[in-house]
């Protein structure tokens, strides 16, 4: 199992401009969630899914878009870049019934 | 809401020393409990985690944690750090059946020789 990847690895954005955070799992796993890293604050939760179809947000969901139409991705689209959206972005995922999350490598984001 | 606390931004240990990172979270009922580790430019690796039962857990690296329920407490121990262990720490609480996992702001440990 490759566990949970996501890419790109690295990405420099100008303002306003789109671009999605692409985020895959293949462990079956049913929840899906989006994180950012900011230094000071710990990891806060952007959106998460419960299932394929199934989309909620998180405590910092403004500027952000995401869609789960199968069960192994779950894309992040940033719709029009902000420097405040300069951060790293860690997708993680879990089964429904185990309490254990497991994360991705993470994606560092520069918006000039 | 739950929440979590994470009182020390910082901590410098000696190597070989013990190490105590201090927890606190907020919710009613009991919570899941986890403690993760990030290395500079990693994702974050799984310590230990405390669902339910012996409220004195094992992780990896050597690392424990204790649940104390009387005062919302989850602190990770080592008994003798090394130098590898210079990390970020962040503690995380979730709710049976939760969807998501709310975090601590993180300690960073530093090592000195």
């Known amino acids: 199992n490759a566990g949970v990847t996501q890419t790109p690895k690295f990405q420099v954005l100008k303002t306003g401009q789109s671009m999605t955070l692409q985020c895959a799992q293949d462990m079956n796993h049913e929840y899906m969630s989006w994180y950012r890293q900011d230094p000071g604050m710990g990891l806060r939760l952007i959106h998460y899914s419960v299932g394929a179809g199934i989309t909620d947000q998180g405590e910092v969901p403004n500027g952000y878009n995401v869609s789960r139409s199968t069960t192994e991705d779950f894309p992040l689209r940033l719709l029009s870049a902000a420097p405040s959206q300069t951060s790293v972005y860690f997708c993680a995922s879990r089964l429904q019934n185990y309490n254990e999350q497991f994360f991705g490598p993470g994606t560092r984001l520069t918006v000039l | 809401a739950q929440s979590v606390t994470q009182p020390d931004i910082h901590i410098t240990v000696s190597e070989g020393a013990s190490l105590e990172l201090r927890c606190n979270y907020s919710y009613g009922a009991t919570p899941y409990l986890f403690w993760y580790v990030q290395s500079p430019g990693q994702g974050l690796q799984l310590l230990l985690k405390?669902?339910?039962?012996?409220?004195l857990v094992q992780g990896i690296k050597g690392f424990e944690a204790e649940f104390k329920r009387s005062q919302s407490s989850f602190n990770l121990r080592k008994p003798s750090v090394h130098w590898s262990d210079a990390a970020e720490y962040f503690c995380?609480?979730?709710?049976?059946?939760?969807?998501?996992?709310?975090f601590g702001k993180g300690t960073m440990l530093l090592v000195s020789p």
């Open positions: 995380a609480v979730g709710r049976s059946g939760y969807s998501t996992l709310t």
């Open positions: 405390y669902f339910s039962g012996d409220t």
